[in-house]
């Protein structure tokens, strides 16, 4: 069973201040996805990092990829009250042919960003 | 225009009850999956249907069944409700991409079993 242990899981800070969210592994996988929840919604894609090594930036969010692509962080710069919400990873198992959407979650990191 | 809708959006309920949730998606994708997301928000997988076919089935109590009517449709029957089954029930639907399954959810349903 692929686990992906995500840290913190609780983080609370000013606005304007920076964070990273961390997301590790001991199982490779073919591709690791970001996604925000927002209370009383579902979950929607951020970011999709694919190759080992790998920096995607939205914004003011930076998003890499782990080398061995068994771990990847979430980097917040100058954080928002709007950035507030459930951040979760999810990796897809590193198996030949489409997986069929089996993703693992990481537990979830709940931020709030205080104005 | 809603991409993924599932009804109801809360289920309040008695132990031992049978209820039915429901999820369409009208992004004309081939995969539609439901998941459980318990009290403290790990979401996990249950099940997954591809072309209305059964792909992955989870460890999950035989009092949960799945039905796809058609690829834009997966429902989600539960029998005999206990206390644990109380949590926040989401339906995605999911396109292959060259760079991994993206996967849309849907704004999921609040079961509260009594």
């Known amino acids: 069973t692929q686990l992906l242990e995500q840290s913190p899981q609780f983080l609370s800070i000013q606005e304007g201040e920076n964070l990273t969210v961390y997301c590790n592994s001991s199982?490779?996988?073919?591709?690791l996805q970001w996604y925000r929840q927002e209370p009383g919604e579902g979950p929607v894609l951020l970011v999709t990092?694919?190759?080992?090594?790998e920096v995607k930036k939205l914004k003011r969010l930076t998003f890499q990829f782990g080398d061995a692509r068994k771990d990847s962080s979430l980097h917040i710069t100058a954080a928002q009250p709007g950035d507030t919400g459930l951040y979760l990873c999810?990796?897809?198992?590193?198996?030949?042919?489409?997986?069929?959407?089996?993703?693992?979650f990481g537990q979830g990191t709940i931020l709030t960003v205080h104005p | 225009d809603t991409a993924v809708s599932q009804t109801p959006k809360y289920l309040v309920t008695q132990m031992g009850n049978d209820k039915s949730i429901k999820c369409e998606q009208n992004?004309?994708?081939?995969?539609m999956y439901w998941y459980k997301q318990d009290s403290k928000k790990f979401l996990k997988i249950m099940f997954s249907?591809?072309?209305?076919?059964?792909?992955i089935n989870e460890t999950v109590p035989n009092r949960f069944s799945p039905k796809s009517p058609d690829k834009a449709h997966l429902n989600l029957h539960i029998n005999s409700l206990e206390l644990g089954d109380s949590a926040v029930y989401f339906c995605?639907?999911?396109?292959?991409?060259?760079?991994?399954?993206?996967?849309?959810f849907g704004p999921g349903t609040r079961l509260l079993v009594l």
């Open positions: 995605a639907s999911s396109h292959t991409t060259p760079i991994g399954e993206t996967q849309y």
């Open positions: 199982s490779v996988f073919s591709s």
């Open positions: 990092v694919v190759t080992g090594g």
């Open positions: 999810a990796g897809a198992p590193n198996a030949g042919g489409t997986s069929y959407g089996k993703l693992t």
């Open positions: 992004l004309g994708h081939d995969t």
């Open positions: 249907y591809n072309n209305k076919e059964l792909i």
